[in-house]
């Protein structure tokens, strides 16, 4: 090979070191190694229209025989008016489906059926899940009450159960076991990786209302979960790495605002006062930062750190955000006044009606339901959250009543859980019409449990170890932190609470040096070997 060919080819290799680090317009997202992943399969236009996968008049179980299900009506165990589906979260071949025990009769609160797909019927059997047994009522062990979960990128299920059944009757006959948290591997058919029982002090057992949950792959893995109880709302706080749990309340945007407590949906009027209720975790940004800049600068982009959790009674016109390091930090929260949580507080502005679900792509869109307006909107978090900014991208009386809860499959399908809550709540369904209905969409993205990893939150830089005595979950990472500081001053050190952000990123700088070297390299021994 001639010098002029190696001149060429590293002329090449320079151009595309240069290119590399030019800004993006304000239109598009840099291509370097923290995009965002998305689906490869591009999306034909049909498939972005919302159209219905699953519709149930009923909901029914998948039985081990017919005498079993016999058995289960007469005896009470089952009675499938009571039954009532709120969160679904879709993982490899499934469709995982929470089943709460707001009324008697549901044999199963967490269960799954198989994707549209691989299954004839538009009204399949619902599967328990992981079993029949770990659904058995009345055993603290097994899951009582699940409204919200929560799937990582790892395939591990995050399971919240408030452990109080039968919550829309009175009387005694309830179940009221301890809260907890368990994490299953979805991946080994619902193995119990870890099971945390929440202290009284932060959920109360039989006066919670542990609703929706997110969950941040930062440090070893947090949980952030509403509770809409009326006594005590707020965000409750689970560290996995510290097996901790906190909560943090916030009176003026957790509560429901008095202006929203009546409205109507497909014609019942609604007289709820309902508190912190949907949740939905942000993409990564630098607060130092305008947005603008940072989506058009790759080494800025780079430098990212901080993540925003959207929020939203149920009662409530307008949307908020806290930082998700203020809620990592039990320091903080336990020392903080009313006015230090509420000075972090971040109004959004307002939307055209009351929310339930809403969930995060990973490309920063927010996706979220409509009540009153029987839509299902977006916003690219990203730009101001104008009436301009907001797009309804599906609305229908018949078809979309009550947006309950979503989700987003390993092929950018949105899926969302419509369920008539306001009927069901009164009483009023007919079991001779469709009651629920699962619907899909494709987006061309993925959920935001795929938000790129970054140097900030990374468990390989910032390793630690619990104190003596102090109790740590193993999650198969080394720990080197020897000492006895409390694992609030541990991790705030280790900059977790956002204490880096004023130091420069050399690691981002030297990553982009080592592509170019890299490039240049293979350069090289591509004109060797030829």
């Known amino acids: 090979m001639n010098s002029v060919t190696v001149h060429a ?37 049909g498939e972005r229209q919302f159209r219905v996968v699953y519709e149930w008049n009923v909901l029914d179980f998948a039985f081990t025989s017919e005498a079993e299900r016999a058995h289960a009506l007469y005896s009470g165990r089952y009675i499938p008016k009571n039954v009532l589906i709120s969160d679904c979260k879709p993982f490899a071949n499934r469709l995982y489906l929470t089943i709460p ?18 299954n004839g019927r ?20 097994a899951l009582q009450f699940v409204q919200g979960v929560a799937v990582d990128k790892h ?24 809260p907890k948290i368990l994490l299953l591997d979805l991946k080994r058919n619902g193995t119990i990786v870890l099971r945390y029982q929440f202290p009284e002090t932060v959920v109360p057992a039989g006066n919670n209302y542990l609703n929706k949950v997110v969950v941040d792959d930062a440090f070893g893995g947090f949980a952030y979960i509403t509770d809409n109880s009326g006594a005590d709302p707020g965000i409750v706080v689970f560290s996995r790495r510290l097996l901790k749990s906190w909560k943090v309340r916030e009176n003026n945007s957790m509560r429901a605002a008095r202006n929203a407590v009546r409205f109507a949906v497909n014609g019942t009027d609604l007289n709820f006062s309902i508190h912190i209720d949907s949740i939905a975790l942000g993409p990564y940004y630098n607060p130092g930062v305008e947005a603008d800049r940072a989506a058009s600068d790759t080494l800025l982009s780079s430098q990212n750190y901080e993540r925003n959790v959207y929020y939203s009674p149920l009662s409530s016109y307008h949307v908020y955000s806290l930082p998700a390091s203020l809620l990592r930090d039990p320091e903080f929260n ?18 055209l009606s009351q929310t339930d679900g809403m969930f995060m792509d990973n490309q920063g869109v927010l996706y979220y339901g ?39 499959d390993h092929e950018g399908y949105l899926y969302v859980v419509v369920n008539r809550l306001h009927s069901f709540v009164a009483g009023r369904l007919n079991p001779s019409e469709v009651n629920f ?17 970054n140097l900030f939150n990374s468990d390989g830089k910032y390793q630690y170890a619990g104190a003596a005595g102090e109790p740590f979950a193993d999650n198969g990472l080394s720990y080197q932190y020897e000492g006895t500081t409390p694992a609030s001053s541990r991790l705030a050190a280790a900059g977790i609470f956002g204490s880096t952000a004023g130091a420069p990123s050399l690691g981002n700088i030297g990553a982009s040096v080592l592509l170019c070297v890299c490039g240049l390299m293979m ?8």
């Open 155 to 178: 395939g591990i299920m995050w399971v919240v159960d408030s452990g109080r059944t039968e919550t829309l009757t009175r009387g005694t006959d309830h179940v009221v076991c301890p």
């Open 122 to 141: 538009t009204d399949p059997e619902i599967v328990p899940f992981p079993s029949l047994e770990m659904n058995e009522r009345g055993n603290c062990s």
């Open 523 to 530: 350069t090289i021994t591509m004109m060797t070997v030829a």
């Open 437 to 453: 209905r699962v619907l899909r969409a494709k987006t061309g993205a993925l959920s935001y449990v795929y938000t790129p990893d």
């Open 9 to 45: 080819l590293l002329l090449v290799v320079a151009i595309g070191c240069t290119v590399a680090q030019q800004s993006f317009s304000s239109t598009e997202r840099p291509l370097d190694g923290l995009s965002p992943p998305t689906p490869s399969v591009p999306i034909a236009p």
């Open 334 to 351: 336990a020392r903080a006044t009313p006015q230090d949580i509420l000075e972090a507080v971040v109004d959004y502005g307002q939307k």
């Open 370 to 408: 409509l009540l009153g307006e029987h839509a299902i909107a977006k916003w690219d978090s990203y730009k101001p959250f104008t009436a301009k900014n907001q797009q309804i991208v599906a609305k229908d009386p018949t078809f979309i009543q009550w947006v309950d809860s979503m989700g987003i």
């Open 101 to 118: 025990r707001m009324l008697p009769g549901v044999p199963a609160t967490l269960g799954y059926v198989v994707r549209p797909e691989n």
